[in-house]
């Protein structure tokens, strides 16, 4: 059993930034691939980026690339979403999720996810 708590949320102004974190628990952590989602009322969940096993490779949706930084730090267990340039469109509850398939973008490679974290960026 694989327990991820997300970490980080809150509210901002455009513009601004804020770092999220999801702290694992339950199995070795640089055993599989993590990922981090998003959703926004009345929408689908979306793929905001990956990291690899080993945090050597990161993937990105279009419109996160540049803004978004995902780093993780397997001695803690810990994987971060530095989001930086935020828009109001940025508005989500995020996700952190685990995978042990190559396939990051789509949800339904993920095994295992966190509860949530909200962000919400005022214009």
């Known amino acids: 059993q694989v327990q991820l708590v997300e970490s980080g949320g809150g509210l901002v102004q455009a513009g601004g930034s804020l770092r999220l974190s999801c702290a694992a628990s339950?199995?070795?952590?640089?055993?599989?691939?993590m990922g981090w989602f998003r959703q926004a009322p009345g929408k689908g969940r979306e793929f905001v980026g990956a990291?690899?096993?080993?945090?050597?490779?990161?993937y990105y949706a279009a419109s996160m690339k540049g803004r978004f930084t995902i780093s993780r730090d397997n001695a803690k267990n810990t994987v971060y979403l530095q989001m930086n340039s935020l828009k109001p469109e940025d508005t989500a509850v995020y996700y952190c999720a685990i995978t042990y398939s190559s396939d990051y973008v789509r949800a339904w490679s993920y095994d295992y996810w966190g509860q949530g974290t909200q962000v919400t960026v005022s214009s």
């Open positions: 990291i690899t096993r080993s945090g050597r490779n990161t």
């Open positions: 339950g199995r070795t952590f640089s055993s599989y691939a």
